[in-house]
């Protein structure tokens, strides 16, 4: 059994770029950065960086060129691809990741990801629009009344 199955959550990096397929189809390069942060032995905070170049066809690709820009939110979840290359004599690599999934985080705003099948709210006269979320009980939860 063989599995190439890659799943990043990150940042884009840049604009993603579209470009037409001569068949027809739509592609999409972009890239996203990947954080990771730990402590070190003495307590440190340590942080590094990984980025990583996404390819999205079809439909997503024309989705995600019209809604993602630099700085967005994204889940991918697609498979690993390398592709090899000659210049000026040296043989050159470039790992992407080829999407099959593209989903978008919240936006910078704080609202929520922007998708043609969601419609924004109206609000009526001086009315706060209500925050997003989960709405908690106000109450105390005693843990003996949990049944297990």
Request: net charge negative; glycine share 10%; proline share 7%.
């Amino acid at each position: 059994m063989y599995l190439n199955k890659a799943i990043i959550i990150g940042n884009l990096t840049r604009d993603p770029e579209l470009k037409a397929l001569p068949s027809g189809g739509q592609v999409v390069n972009m890239g996203v950065a990947t954080n990771r942060v730990w402590k070190d032995k003495e307590g440190n905070k340590q942080e590094s960086v990984e980025f990583h170049n996404i390819v999205v066809f079809g439909r997503q690709a024309e989705t995600s060129a019209q809604y993602l820009k630099k700085g967005s939110s994204v889940l991918i979840e697609g498979r690993l691809q390398t592709q090899s290359w000659e210049a000026d004599g040296v043989k050159k690599y470039r790992t992407e990741i080829v999407a099959d999934r593209v989903q978008f985080g919240p936006r910078k705003d704080g609202g929520a990801p922007s998708s043609s099948a969601q419609s924004e709210p109206v609000n009526k006269g001086d009315e706060a629009p209500k925050p997003e979320g989960i709405d908690y009980p106000a109450e105390e939860i005693n843990p003996e009344d949990i049944p297990f």
